[in-house]
């Protein structure tokens, strides 16, 4: 059975530094991966995906993530965070074959102080 | 905007008590699904429909049940509710071609409070 687990729980940056936010997944085929962001009181907003292809990833908002298969990882990074970050953010994992539920790691909240 | 419709936004009601929730999916995606999110779970899989028929079922109460409509909106029924119902349920639909890469849209949720 597909998994997704998130380290961490919380993470809080400064405006304007470097942002990794951790994924790993458990599935036993090529996976297809995804961070949605997830902003008080809305929906979910796919930021970017990875099906095949290219390992890094380039998605909405200036962030993007690479897919390391050795290390059953997909982090997301963002080079400079802003305030307008601040969010929940959630790592999903799909079977290559689409159309299948997507399976949610717990999220990460990150806050951005000044 | 993410084209899907859920409605209501917001809904309070009492323990024992059943409620609809409704969602509308993109125009020509096929495939309906029901998340539920709470503090402690995160987002659980509840059950897909593809075209009128359930396809996956996830952690779904049996006191809960769903269906999808030939106009392809969905319901989701949830009945005797708990306290520990109180969550927020998000509906996503996807795209089914033949390059189907898997995303899900979301609307926006409903939120349920049982008291």
């Known amino acids: 059975a597909q998994s997704v687990t998130q380290p961490d729980i919380h993470i809080t940056v400064s405006e304007g530094a470097s942002l990794e936010l951790r994924c790993n997944y458990s599935?036993?085929?090529?996976?297809?991966l995804f961070w949605y962001v997830q902003s008080p009181g809305q929906g979910l907003q796919l930021l970017l995906k990875?099906?095949?292809?290219?390992?890094l990833v380039q998605g909405i908002k200036g962030f993007e993530a690479e897919f390391k298969r050795s290390q059953s990882s997909f982090n997301l990074r963002k080079p400079s965070v802003h305030w307008s970050d601040a969010a929940e953010y959630f790592c999903?994992?799909?079977?290559?074959?689409?159309?299948?539920?997507?399976?949610f790691g717990k999220g990460t909240r990150l806050s951005v102080i000044a | 905007d993410s084209g899907v419709t859920q409605t209501p936004k917001h809904l309070i009601t009492a323990t024992g008590q059943r409620v609809t929730l409704r969602c509308s999916p993109r125009?020509?995606?096929?495939?309906v699904y029901w998340y539920q999110q709470s503090l402690d779970q995160g987002l659980q899989f509840l059950i897909q429909?593809?075209?009128?028929?359930?396809?996956a079922k996830g952690n779904i109460l049996e006191r809960f049940s769903a269906q999808q409509f030939p106009d392809l909106h969905s319901e989701l029924n949830l009945s005797s509710l708990e306290l520990g119902d109180s969550a927020l349920y998000f509906c996503?639909?996807?795209?089914?071609?033949?390059?189907?890469?898997?995303?899900?849209?979301f609307g926006e949720g409903s939120r349920l409070t049982v008291l």
């Open positions: 599935y036993g085929a090529t996976p297809y």
């Open positions: 429909y593809y075209n009128g028929e359930e396809r």
């Open positions: 990875y099906f095949s292809g290219d390992t």
């Open positions: 125009s020509g995606d096929l495939s």
């Open positions: 999903a994992v799909g079977a290559h074959s689409g159309n299948t539920p997507l399976v």
């Open positions: 996503a639909s996807s795209v089914v071609r033949g390059d189907n890469t898997g995303e899900l849209f």
